[in-house]
């Protein structure tokens, strides 16, 4: 199972950015999907997640609740990350993960390569 992860860039202050993040691979369910982000000097944190198993719902970090959504498109396996009235704290490496089973019945998490965001004041 691979991840390719895009979208990242420079922004200003306040300004919006969208991930995208797509899997590819042998691939029978997928149970999460999930973005992190690591910024410099800093541990990898869990941005939110989306989980799929046991119905649809999204879980976010306090620093990012009500400015960043998680949504899904199930057909392309592909998840994203839309990001509103960005600062400077966000500026990090953003990583997707996505778990779930394979085609021959074996659990997964697999990650994307990460997608640099910076915000600039």
Do not use: H
Request: some cysteine.
């Amino acid at each position: 199972v691979q991840l390719q992860a895009s979208g990242g860039g420079l922004v200003q202050t306040g300004g919006s950015l969208k991930l995208s993040c797509a899997a590819s691979g042998s691939i029978s369910a997928i149970a999460q999907m999930s973005w992190y982000r690591q910024a410099p000097g800093k541990q990898r944190e869990l941005v939110g997640d989306l989980i799929v198993i046991g119905g649809l719902r999204t879980n976010y970090a306090d620093s990012v609740k009500g400015r960043f959504t998680i949504s899904r498109n199930s057909a392309k396996k592909a998840v994203y990350l839309q990001m509103n009235s960005l600062n400077a704290e966000d500026t990090a490496v953003y990583y997707c993960n996505v778990a779930g089973m394979t085609t021959t019945l074996t659990g997964f998490s697999a990650w994307g390569q990460g997608t640099l965001v910076t915000v600039s004041s």
